[in-house]
């Protein structure tokens, strides 16, 4: 049996990707802050007062996963927690003056960083790239939400 050609599957594509990312990442942006982590400082920078479960569907966190992102940045003190007044059991969130200051560096470090990521592509192949990757990220949307078609239009 002849060995597969792993530059055709996606997925050890992707890791390689997601590993390049996370070594530049961890270089370039922050060794504290995580991507997920930004994501969710970047989210609450632009809708500020969002409870939980809408910003994990806006950075594409599960449950748990958001949880424990909160969690963590509640506990550096970078986002607080406060009571939805329409509905009690709701909590609302919202970046602290230290969270709002860490955004704004990271942002500046991020964009540095995207940078080297993106090196390789002309301006033209970037835009094309992001195309087909949030094409492909959007259809698989459809594996969390069963209802969803996986199929993307022709």
């Given at each position: 049996m002849?060995?597969?050609?792993l530059t055709t599957?996606p997925?050890?594509l992707?890791r390689?990707?997601?590993?390049a990312?996370y070594?530049l990442?961890?270089?370039m942006?922050s060794?504290?802050?995580?991507?997920?982590q930004?994501?969710v400082?970047n989210?609450l920078v632009?809708e500020?007062?969002l409870d939980?479960?809408?910003?994990?569907?806006?950075?594409g966190?599960?449950?748990?996963t958001?949880?424990?992102?909160?969690?963590r940045?509640?506990?550096r003190g970078?986002l607080?927690?406060v009571?939805?007044p329409?509905?009690?059991?709701r909590?609302?969130?919202r970046?602290?003056e230290e969270g709002?200051?860490?955004?704004?560096?990271?942002t500046?470090?991020?964009a540095?960083m995207?940078?080297?990521?993106l090196?390789?592509?002309?301006?033209?192949e970037r835009?094309?790239?992001f195309h087909?990757i949030r094409?492909?990220?959007?259809?698989a949307?459809?594996?969390?939400?069963?209802?969803?078609?996986?199929v993307?239009?022709?």
């Amino acid at each position: 049996m002849a060995a597969a050609d792993l530059t055709t599957h996606p997925g050890h594509l992707a890791r390689r990707l997601q590993q390049a990312h996370y070594l530049l990442w961890n270089t370039m942006v922050s060794e504290e802050i995580t991507s997920p982590q930004y994501a969710v400082l970047n989210t609450l920078v632009a809708e500020p007062g969002l409870d939980q479960r809408t910003v994990g569907e806006r950075v594409g966190l599960d449950r748990s996963t958001i949880a424990e992102v909160i969690s963590r940045l509640g506990r550096r003190g970078l986002l607080d927690k406060v009571r939805d007044p329409e509905d009690g059991r709701r909590f609302l969130l919202r970046l602290t003056e230290e969270g709002v200051r860490t955004h704004r560096k990271l942002t500046v470090r991020t964009a540095r960083m995207n940078q080297v990521f993106l090196a390789p592509l002309t301006a033209e192949e970037r835009t094309l790239f992001f195309h087909l990757i949030r094409r492909v990220a959007d259809a698989a949307e459809g594996l969390r939400n069963p209802g969803e078609s996986l199929v993307a239009p022709p």
